[in-house]
């Protein structure tokens, strides 16, 4: 394991995770008294096929892509992202220790950890939480399908524009890190077709990129120039998790 443990600043800073600040205090304290708090590196996988998924993981500044390995490459071809949004370890949720999908930080920073006993004992103790990581895992559901959708039929400009979007989303301050091979490799396209891609939205001055770092210059612009699959993936998550807060 490569986290570090730290401690949590405040409840606010572990309740920086959109899943858990969404639970009545009572059943977040509960979850919070089972979790512990780490620093996840960039590289670091959390799940992965062939070994078993021994925690899950909620995100408070950390992002982790989601990818299915690709013919031995160094990264995966991305399904999705998860941020302070959601967690990792959807194996955990549906009673299996098995992962089909590659889980690997690309932003480090804090996360909450819990082990898998007591998450099956969350689960099965509050029903508010267990409502509310289902409901979860049918938003994630959703956005697999989308991913599908979106690699099938839409353009590399639009697909890495919605990337672009997605990762500004889960860190909206600082700039995205990404080189050409790693992003031609998540977006599953040839290395120059993110090189035409990139140059066309540097042209339209929506973002800068140089030597590996993405700048967002235009977030409306980008969010124009994107397919309609990051609309749809806002709305299915502000939609299933209104329902998980309403339940």
Sequence with gaps: MNEKLVAPDSEASVCANRLLA???????????ASCEAVDVQVGQV??????PTTHAWFPLAAIVALGVASGGKAHSFEVGLVGPEGMVGIPLLLGSRESSLRATVVRQGAALRIAAAPLRLQLRSS??????????????LT???Q???????????ERLARWLLMTRDRDPLGPVHATHEFLAAALGVRR????????TLQRRQLIAYHRGVL???????????ACGCYAADC?????????????
């Design 22 to 32: 969404g639970l009545a205090g009572p059943d977040r304290e509960r979850v919070l």
């Design 143 to 145: 956005h697999l399908a």
């Design 46 to 51: 959390l799940m992965r096929p062939g070994f």
């Design 215 to 225: 700048t967002v210059l235009d977030r409306d612009g980008l969010q124009a120039a």
């Design 235 to 247: 709305a299915s998550y502000a939609d299933g998790m209104q329902w998980a807060a309403l339940a």
């Design 127 to 140: 029903e508010a939480f267990r409502e509310r990581m289902q409901q979860y895992v049918l938003v994630t």
């Design 192 to 199: 120059a077709g993110i090189t035409r891609a990139a140059a």
């Design 147 to 157: 991913a599908a959708l979106c690699t099938r039929y839409h353009r590399v400009e």
